[in-house]
Each structure stands twice: as structure tokens, then as C-alpha cells.
């Protein structure tokens, strides 16, 4: 049976996670499997009581441990130890992340579970390396810049991979000496959790490390809201991170990170090599079937090659193979819900009626659960919503140009500016266009990313405002203090 695993019979821990344990909760919210469409568990909502007791859980627990002043290489060695026991329990919580979330059972122990377990020794291995400076001042003064860990970091988390972003936030403020309330996503919440209590097995004090369930407007907001957070980490759409900047204006002032949508664009020059750009881009698109934020979705093709570049688009598009997540030998993965299946639908039939011809797919796939087939669209000027929204499914746009400045003017979108793709085989070129294109990530001659964890990655424009990964991870989950001494 390898990973495979019955959806029926497998165990999941359902509640919130506070203070070393699994805490029961009444189920709230009707969860249903992208798979098969089935109703298979509740989410709790976690209350601002419950969220409050989390929250205290936390600020005691850096307390007693003295977390964030203890030997920083004690940090280290708890997260090293998270990481091998996420590595011994990777086929148990990749059944559980497959179960309710889009990841496909078969790609989660060698991909996300092991790129989360090596990022959180990446982050640990910072703690005691980067520290407090001396800095330059007059002989009558001694300066310092001391960093120091925040305290308690609001964490809040997407569906869409739910573990690999769970460890982008605790990592860095685990390693960095602080504690984290995470909310996970109502729809994907039950590998969080375990990750949670993984965490406790593996030796981090109780309560560093809590998980409460719920929604945004109760949960997400009594956990952004809370005066003792002193530091709010999100990921998900640019909507719910300009609602979370509301409500911390309204609540008081805090520092937060946010890493929120894109829609990407992917420049094909004619010099490029066009089979290997075609499957970046497919590759892209057909992975987690779009959704992801990275997600390669508006191609912009040099005219020359347009013909032939969308044929090989094409071939690549076709013929996906949909199963459910817990079966090992699925390659192609459902949608997350009816609702955003259906979502999009309409974007991808507005096109259409809007005078776009779809070269392939636009319509869902007939097989149980949510699945929609990989889409081409094309005839699409800069106003029609294929273009400007982010569908966050297997749609991907082509659009074509004469001239570099019509391509940049092209892959330029009103808000979003989180990654980019050039293929192309002219070196002045891609650094020429590497520093024009306004996104957070450019991507040259590939489309994904890789295991160098060093690199940031975040959003510019409304995709976001910080970085997670990188050294950038880490120091923003430090705050420094100026000391000035008087010799
Ligand atoms: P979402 O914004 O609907 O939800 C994300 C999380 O925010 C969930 O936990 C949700 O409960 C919570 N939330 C919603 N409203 C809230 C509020 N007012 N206050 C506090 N919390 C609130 O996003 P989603 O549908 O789960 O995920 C898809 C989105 O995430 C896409 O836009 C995608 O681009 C983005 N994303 C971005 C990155 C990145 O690194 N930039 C990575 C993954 C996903």
C-alpha cells in the first residue's frame, strides 16, 4: 500500500493545540475532502477566550523556559531535534495534510515535509550566529544595537500548503527566541496541529507553540487584535491581509509581515529554449493544480514563437490524470472546495464571453471531488479578469509582443508583484529585465523554486509587505534596541 492510505479510517488530531495539549472543541465548520467532495470532520472556532489562554499559555511558557535568553545554541539543538522527529513522522503527517488539503500523499514525504523539516534546521542554525553589534560613536560613548527577540508572534496560515507554510513562520520565530500562537486555515487546520504536538515530543517547552482553530472574523481577529502579540506573521490574499492591517489599526500599532497574492507573470523571448520554458510553465501551473501563490499564470510570448510555444503549452496540458490525494500514484490535484471551483468557472466563462478563446480545458473535470482541468486562455487584453484576478486554479494566460518594451508593459499588473519568469538565452537581457520587473522573485530560465533557503521570498507591490525565508526571516523576527552608555 506504500503511502496510500483509506480517508475513512485514518486518525487526526481535531482541536486546538495550547500549552502542550490537544484540546477537544465542538465542531463548527462542515470540512469536506477537495477529493471526493465527502464531509469528513468540523473545525472549532476558537473564541477570543480561547485565543486569550493561548496567549497567556505562551507568555508563561517564555517565562519559565527563559526561551528567548537561554544559551541560543540550546534553541538549536530543540529545532534540530523538531526537525528529525518531522522527518521519523513524515508519513503520518503527510496522511494527515493529504486527507483535507489539495497535496497529493505521493509528492508530500520528499517535498514539502522535507524542505519544512530542512527550513527549520536552516532557521536554527541562525540563532547563534546573528546577534547584537558595537557600533561606531564619539570616545565619550559606547553604542550598541542589541537585537532581541519580539515575544509572542501572531501566526496565520492558507490551505493551500498547509505544513511548508507552518514552518516559514514558526522556524524563524522559534529559532529567533520567541513564542507563536499559529491559526491555521479552517479548511487544511488538522497537520498543524499535529506538527504541534511533534514539536512538544521533540522536546520544545510547552506552550511556545500553540495552535488555535478557527475563522478570520472571530479567531483570526481576537489573534490579531490582541495586545500582547507583539508581531503578527500572515500568509494568504491580499483581501484578508488588507482586513488583518484594519484591524490592527483599529486595536493598537504592531509590526507584521504579510505575505499575500500574486499573479505572475512568465516572459518567452525567442531565444529561449522553448522546451524547457514550456515545462517550467506547464509544470507550474499543473502542480497543486494552480494554487499556489507562486503559480506561473500569465505567459507573455514573443510573437515569432508564439505558434509553436503554445502547442508545446498545450501538449504539456493535456491528458492530466485526476485521483484523490491519498492515493500515492496521483499526479494531479483536486480543487480546494466547490466554492472556489466554481470561482473558477465564472472567471474563466467571463473570459470567454468577453471574446477569449480557451485553447484547452475551461470547463471541470467529470470525476468525483473538485477537480478543473488545466486551462489555456488566449485574445485577452490588460482589463479582462483572467488577466487582472488572481484565479488561484490551472489557468494560464498567453498573451503575445513585438518588442521588449510592449513585454515588460505587458507582464506590469496593477497590484501584484510577487514572482516572474524570463526565459531567455541573452545574459544582458535577463539582468537588463531582472532589475525592471517589479516583483519580489525573478525566476530566469526555470520556474520553481529550490532548496536555498537563503533566498527571501515575499511580494512586492500588494503582494505583501516582509519576507519569509532568508536571513530577512530570521531578523524580522528580532526587534533591536539602541543602548548609549556615557563613559
Ligand atoms: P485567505 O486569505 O482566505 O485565508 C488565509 C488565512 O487567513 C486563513 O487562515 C483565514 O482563516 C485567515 N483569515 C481570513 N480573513 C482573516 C481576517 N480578517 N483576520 C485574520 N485572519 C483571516 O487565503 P487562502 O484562500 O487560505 O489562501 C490563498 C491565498 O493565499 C492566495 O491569495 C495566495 O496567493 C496566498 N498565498 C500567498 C503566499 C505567499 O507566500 N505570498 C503563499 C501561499 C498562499
Known amino acids: ?30 470540512m469536506h475532502r477537495p ?44 529545532l534540530h531535534a523538531f526537525a528529525d522527529l518531522i522527518e521519523a513522522e513524515a508519513e503520518t503527517l503527510a496522511r494527515i495534510e493529504a486527507l483535507s488539503s489539495t497535496r497529493l500523499v505521493g509528492q508530500l514525504v520528499a517535498g514539502d515535509i522535507a524542505v519544512t523539516a530542512e527550513q527549520i534546521r536552516f532557521f536554527a542554525e541562525f540563532a547563534d550566529k546573528e ?77 511556545l507553540f500553540n495552535v488555535v482553530l478557527g475563522d478570520g472574523v472571530t479567531t483570526g481577529n481576537a489573534l490579531t487584535g490582541h495586545p500582547q502579540i507583539a508581531k503578527v506573521s500572515f500568509t494568504g490574499s491580499t483581501r484578508a491581509g488588507s482586513a488583518i492591517m484594519e484591524n490592527i489599526a483599529r486595536t493598537g500599532v504592531k509590526p507584521m509581515t504579510l505575505e499575500l497574492g500574486g499573479k505572475s507573470p512568465q516572459i518567452v523571448f525567442a531565444d529561449a529554449d522553448l522546451d524547457k520554458a ?35 503549452l498545450v501538449k504539456r496540458m493535456a491528458n492530466v490524470r485526476p485521483g484523490p490525494t491519498w492515493d500515492e500514484a496521483t499526479q494531479y490535484s483536486p480543487i480546494i472546495s466547490e466554492r472556489q471551483r466554481d470561482r473558477i468557472g465564472s472567471i474563466v466563462d467571463a473570459a470567454v464571453a468577453g471574446g477569449s478563446r480557451c485553447l484547452i480545458g475551461g470547463r471541470p473535470i467529470d470525476h468525483p471531488g473538485y477537480f478543473y482541468a488545466p486551462t489555456l ?27 521588449e518594451e510592449q513585454a515588460m508593459a505587458l507582464a506590469d499588473h496593477p497590484t501584484y508583484g510577487l514572482a516572474s519568469g524570463l526565459f531567455t538565452s ?62
Open 131 to 207: 546577534g547584537s553589534d558595537v557600533v561606531p560613536t564619539d570616545d565619550k560613548t559606547f553604542g550598541m544595537i542589541l537585537s532581541e527577540p519580539y515575544g509572542i508572534i501572531g501566526a496565520i496560515t492558507p490551505w493551500n500548503f498547509p505544513v511548508s507554510m507552518a514552518g516559514w513562520k514558526i522556524g524563524p520565530a522559534l529559532a529567533a527566541g520567541n513564542a507563536v500562537v499559529l491559526k491555521p486555515s479552517e479548511m487544511t487546520p488538522f497537520s498543524t496541529v499535529y506538527l504541534a504536538e511533534l514539536a512538544v515530543r521533540a522536546g520544545l517547552p510547552a506552550g
Open 35 to 78: 477529493s471526493d467532495g465527502k464531509a469528513y470532520a468540523g473545525c472549532p472556532i476558537a473564541s477570543a477566550e480561547r485565543v486569550e489562554e493561548a496567549v497567556q499559555s505562551a507568555k508563561a511558557a517564555l517565562k519559565a523556559s527563559n526561551w528567548g535568553r537561554v544559551r541560543p545554541r540550546e534553541r538549536t539543538r530543540v
Open 426 to 487: 541573452d545574459l544582458s537581457r535577463t539582468l537588463r529585465l531582472a532589475r525592471e520587473i517589479q516583483a519580489g522573485t525573478v525566476w530566469v530560465n526555470r520556474y520553481s523554486r529550490s532548496r536555498d533557503h537563503i533566498l527571501p521570498t515575499g511580494g512586492y507591490k500588494r503582494s505583501g509587505i516582509g519576507k519569509d525565508l532568508g536571513r530577512a526571516a530570521y531578523l524580522a523576527n528580532r526587534e533591536t534596541k539602541s543602548v548609549l552608555i556615557s563613559l
Open 377 to 403: 486562455l488566449t485574445d485577452l487584453d490588460q482589463t479582462s479578469p483572467a488577466i487582472v484576478e488572481e484565479i488561484f486554479g490551472p489557468v494560464l494566460t498567453l498573451q503575445t509582443f513585438e518588442t
Open 1 to 30: 500500500m506504500g503511502l496510500s492510505f483509506d480517508p475513512d479510517t485514518l486518525p487526526f488530531p481535531v482541536g486546538h493545540f495550547i500549552n502542550g495539549r490537544l484540546i477537544a472543541a465542538k465542531a463548527e465548520i462542515d
Open 278 to 312: 514550456a515545462d517550467a510553465i506547464a509544470g507550474s501551473v499543473l502542480f497543486n493544480a494552480g494554487q499556489a501563490c507562486v503559480a506561473a499564470t500569465r505567459v507573455i510570448v514573443e510573437a515569432s514563437v508564439a505558434e509553436r510555444f503554445t502547442e508545446a
